[in-house]
């Protein structure tokens, strides 16, 4: 054997167990028994540890594109220094990126930045839009395909042209390609009809600010979302491809997506670590302004959003990390509609799970369910998301015991904040393996540039429906 990782607890979406681990040839070799471990040339002590499988974040907005554009706010090599920190060995990009890919050419562009720049695997989710293009990226091993529910504004930051669709016609035939093609569709849902009138009403108090913002967003018990993801539900029962709805926020969400599942709808969402930590405290809000948003999620709905996740409607837990600069969110303060939303996750979000479930708000294992074994088996990642042979050695060894506090000072980002600042957290990732190489160590990135490859989604899945 390469490696051994020995005297761990390791935990499973199934179970948790003391016993060592076996690497060869980046793979997962064994799982033993204490005291049954075959002999190795590296033997790593993860006594006192829990060994969990690698983290897979579906949904990670990595800013850097084939042409300049937002590569201030994160590089690929930073957007997955992060991951490498935070536990997360697979990381999958969002096409709001310059320019945004949405063919097979600058699909094969943006690619390129991360066979040159990545640390941990990854995959990238280009935009729908353009029909022909559509079999050509499906072949190309791509997770799923995103589009954001939106009018194009015009505007360059966060939906530029080529990446939204609004009009219902549109997005049915969309989900049509998308079914044919066997490729999940990501969509962030979005009633810009009902938020033009929102938006006028506060705008018309003179009501601008962040916090007018964040009321607007959540106004009418979250009709904007709902609305949304009533329509894409109807429109994917008459198209048939497998919709995932992304930053599920409202317990009404929720519960519209369980009647989906409970119908036979091939339905699965996500819920991101903001709509449970950050946007659900008012207070956190009026302190942090645009630096709290993405968006406000008012507190009735958290027992419902835990109770999606504890019983699976919700079906996996991924990041929507998304940095913005200081100045970016200062402006917040005066105009909330100009401050960029989103808000950077990625580096401890895992750390915030962990937490919760040692807090008795989910078991540990749902959290390895939601946050790597779910995603790998919803989106077909060959061979991850399991510590089983024959699946990538990818893994995190993270201590439950020991409390450590978030702090802007060690944020990897290039923007170098948290909303999360001066939060007390357990759960720490101590190492990060990706393929049976340690990338993150003691505090310390050591991958290199390059290292990661794509986490393509299985081959035979596609073909057995394309056939
Ligand atoms: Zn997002």
């Given at each position: 054997m390469d490696t051994l990782i020995k005297n761990g607890l390791i935990i499973t979406a199934d179970g948790r167990f003391p016993g060592s681990i076996a690497i060869r040839n980046g793979q997962i070799a064994g799982v033993f028994e204490p005291g049954a471990e075959p002999e190795a040339k590296e033997i790593i002590d993860a006594s006192g540890l829990a060994v969990l499988p690698g983290i897979i974040d579906m949904h990670s907005h990595h800013r850097q594109g084939s042409a300049k554009g937002f590569e201030y706010k994160d590089t690929i090599h930073t957007a997955t220094m992060q991951c490498a920190a935070g536990g997360v060995t697979t990381s999958v990009g969002m096409p709001n990126v310059t320019p945004p890919p949405n063919s097979v050419d600058l699909l094969e562009k943006q690619f390129a930045i991360y066979h040159s720049d990545s640390i941990v695997d990854w995959n990238f989710n280009p935009a729908p839009t353009i029909a022909n293009e559509m079999p050509g990226m499906a072949a190309t091993g791509i997770a799923a395909f995103k589009i954001f529910m939106v009018v194009d504004t015009g505007r360059d930051y966060p939906h530029m042209p080529?990446?939204?669709?609004?009009?219902?016609?549109?997005?049915?035939?969309?989900?049509?390609r998308c079914a044919e093609l066997n490729v999940p569709l990501m969509v962030h849902p979005h009633d810009q009809a009902l938020?033009?009138?929102?938006?006028?009403?506060?705008?018309?108090?003179?009501?601008?600010?962040a916090l007018a913002y964040a009321k607007a967003y959540a106004a009418h018990d979250g009709v904007i979302w709902e609305t949304a993801i009533a329509?894409?539900?109807?429109?994917?029962?008459?198209?048939?491809?497998?919709?995932?709805?992304?930053?599920?926020?409202?317990?009404?969400?929720?519960?519209?997506?369980?009647?989906?599942?409970?119908a036979g709808q091939k339905v699965t969402?996500?819920?991101?670590?903001?709509?449970?930590?950050?946007?659900?405290?008012?207070?956190a809000i009026q302190r942090l302004g645009s630096y709290a948003l993405s968006y406000w999620v008012?507190?009735?709905?958290?027992?419902?959003?835990?109770?999606?996740?504890?019983?699976?409607?919700?079906?996996i837990i991924a990041t929507d990390h998304a940095p913005h600069t200081r100045e970016e969110k200062e402006i917040g303060w005066t105009d909330g509609w100009k401050a960029h939303t989103g808000t950077p996750s990625t580096q401890f979000y895992l750390s915030m799970f962990l937490t919760a479930a040692l807090e008795g708000k989910l078991p540990l294992e749902r959290v390895v369910e939601a946050c790597s074994t779910a995603p790998a088996r919803l989106f077909?990642?060959?061979?991850?998301?399991?510590?089983?042979?024959?699946?990538?050695?990818?893994?995190?060894l993270v201590d439950l015991e020991s409390e450590y506090e978030i702090r802007d000072e060690d944020v990897l980002s290039l923007v170098g904040w948290s909303p999360y600042a001066g939060r007390k957290v357990k759960g720490k990732p101590v190492r990060t393996i990706v393929r049976g190489r340690t990338v993150y160590k003691d505090g310390k990135?050591?991958?290199?540039?390059?290292f990661g490859k794509q986490a393509k989604a299985s081959a035979p899945a596609r073909a057995a429906k394309a056939a």
């Open positions: 080529g990446i939204g669709m609004h009009d219902h016609g549109k997005l049915l035939e969309i989900m049509q938020m033009d009138v929102i938006e006028q009403t506060y705008w018309a108090r003179g009501e601008r600010d329509t894409l539900l109807r429109l994917q029962r008459a198209a048939g491809c497998h919709l995932h709805i992304l930053h599920t926020q409202t317990a009404g969400s929720v519960q519209l997506i369980r009647e989906a599942k409970a969402c996500e819920l991101n670590p903001w709509a449970l930590f950050l946007g659900c405290d008012w207070g008012p507190e009735k709905n958290v027992p419902g959003l835990w109770q999606g996740v504890n019983d699976g409607t919700i079906d077909k990642l060959d061979k991850k998301g399991e510590i089983r042979p024959g699946f990538d050695a990818d893994l995190v990135v050591i991958g290199e540039k390059g």
